[in-house]
T-cell receptor, first 116, second 109 residues
Framework: NAGVMQNPRHLVRRRGQEARLRCSPM?????VYWYRQLPEEGLKFMVY????????ESGMPKERFSAEFPKEGPSILRIQQVVRGDSAAYFC??????????????FGPGTRLTVT | DAKTTQPTSMDCAEGRAANLPCNHS???????VYWYRQIHSQGPQYIIH???NNETNEMASLIITEDRKSSTLILPHATLRDTAVYYC??????????FGTGTRLQVFP
């Protein structure tokens, strides 16, 4: 039973380019969460999606960032016109309705974005 | 902001039990207590969760006080591979996880 998969694991972009990060949830999971971890800091929530719907985007920067979770295929976190401050580890987590409706989240290995 | 308070760091000898405390005095009746850990720069790993009763799984035990204002995560026989940052999080339903600063556990030989 494969876990949460993220690709690429490492991504280097020049300032102004676009970054696309992909997340494939665990089989049977319909909830996807994205988190960002800046160097030497804790994880911060960005966005929560279900299939074709954004449920909570309260942690997303207002500009340049977008996320989707289409009916088919992985969830995508897209960062347009990247800046050095976007350099971070981006983690995806997925969950489903387990016993007792507690929705524990399982994390992928992360994508490390470096902006030069 | 995180709703939990944890010590910044703890040490534990290999083979001994590691007891990691967490205060969550403002926890609501429908909020669960979750524990995660992050080993180095890997993705956080789910450990255990509970509501009222004590819980045990293959990784750890979770002891929740009767008033639910605090809890303790117990790693019964710590190994060097348990060295990590441990996060205590309160949450309900499909809510996002709000990570605080956690406890940095160092297991030494």
């Amino acid at each position: 039973n494969a876990g949460v998969m993220q690709n690429p694991r490492h991504l280097v972009r020049r300032r102004g380019q676009e970054a696309r990060l992909r997340c494939s949830p665990m089989k049977g999971h319909s909830h996807v969460y994205w988190y960002r971890q800046l160097p030497e800091e804790g994880l911060k929530f960005m966005v929560y999606l279900q299939k074709e719907n954004i449920i909570d985007e309260s942690g997303m920067p207002k500009e340049r960032f977008s996320a989707e979770f289409p009916k088919e295929g992985p969830s995508i976190l897209r960062i347009q016109q990247v800046v050095r401050g976007d350099s971070a580890a981006y983690f995806c987590a997925s969950s489903s309705n387990f016993r007792d409706r507690t929705y524990e989240q399982y994390f992928g290995p992360g994508t490390r974005l470096t902006v030069t | 902001d995180a709703k939990t308070t944890q010590p910044t760091s703890m040490d534990c000898a290999e083979g001994r039990a590691a007891n990691l405390p967490c205060n969550h005095s403002t926890i609501s009746g429908n909020e669960y207590v979750y524990w995660y850990r992050q080993i180095h720069s890997q993705g956080p790993q789910y450990i255990i969760h509970g509501l009222k009763n004590n819980e045990t799984n293959e990784m750890a035990s979770l002891i929740i006080t009767e008033d639910r204002k605090s809890s303790t995560l117990i790693l019964p026989h710590a190994t060097l591979r348990d060295t990590a940052v441990y996060y205590c999080i309160v949450r309900v339903g499909t809510d996002k996880l709000i990570f605080g600063t956690g406890t940095r556990l160092q297991v030494f030989p």
